[in-house]
């Protein structure tokens, strides 16, 4: 089955201590994604890759590094969390040139207290 | 810099009726594409329809359909005989054809319509 898949789904966390939410996808799609949901601001990007070993910033990048060592894999780091990144995060990917949108991970729910 | 705009936060609409959503759109550009997701209480986003800005024709996807009118910028969807299972916030989103100076082809949302159906 054609899919994102993210982990986890759900996290609660500490101010501060470096964390990793994994996304993969199995499409072989070079375009990968980063989006967080916030209430009343819909979905900004995060982060973006072309491929593999581009990568760059979206609209809301700070505080957030990513990778992509492999086409399949795009992790999302946060290396010392604030509680305002407290939020719903979307790993998605599509081909480049495309129009069929984006295909969607689950989503991993983030607290950080 | 394209921006997208739900000017419904929440709807309702009773079982079998039919509703219709409201997006406008702001872009210079004459080739893009435009979608409708739907995000359940399970918040997985789901495509419910796309449209490619160069055909006229309206996309239809079963019990959806889309209004796009492209000189009022406006794309609209419609569900006709709502279920239970339509509840969900929905947004509306562009992506340009062109590719960014950086190669960015990025989902551009509004800021979603939470839709009640009532039983």
């Known amino acids: 089955e054609a899919q994102v898949t993210q982990n986890p789904r759900y996290l609660i966390t500490v101010t501060g201590k470096k964390l990793t939410v994994t996304c993969s996808q199995n499409?072989?799609?070079?375009?990968m994604s980063w989006y967080r949901q916030d209430p009343g601001l819909g979905l900004r990007q995060i982060y973006y890759?072309?491929?593999?070993?581009?990568?760059d910033k979206g609209d809301v990048p700070e505080g957030y590094k990513v990778s992509r060592k492999e086409k399949r894999n795009f992790p999302l780091i946060l290396e010392s969390p604030s509680p305002n990144q407290t939020s719903l995060y979307f790993c998605a990917s599509s081909p480049t040139r495309e129009n069929y949108g984006y295909t969607f991970g689950s989503g991993t729910r983030l607290t950080v207290v | 810099a394209q921006t997208v705009t739900q000017s419904q936060p929440e709807m309702s609409v009773q079982e079998a009726e039919t509703v219709t959503l409201s997006c406008t759109y702001d872009t210079s550009e004459s080739d893009y594409y435009l979608f409708w997701y739907k995000q359940p209480p399970s918040r997985q986003m789901i495509l419910v329809i796309r449209?490619?800005?160069?055909?006229?024709q309206n996309a239809t996807e079963n019990r959806f359909s889309v209004n796009f009118q492209k000189a009022a910028k406006s794309f609209s969807l419609k569900i006709s005989d709502s279920q239970l299972g339509d509840a969900a916030m929905y947004f509306c989103?562009?992506?340009?054809?062109?590719?960014?100076?950086?190669?960015?082809?990025?989902?551009?949302f509004g800021k979603g319509t939470r839709l009640s159906v009532i039983a």
């Open positions: 449209q490619e800005a160069y055909k006229q």
């Open positions: 989103a562009y992506r340009s054809a062109n590719m960014e100076e950086s190669g960015n082809t990025p989902l551009v």
């Open positions: 499409m072989n799609h070079e375009y």
């Open positions: 890759s072309m491929n593999v070993e581009v990568t």
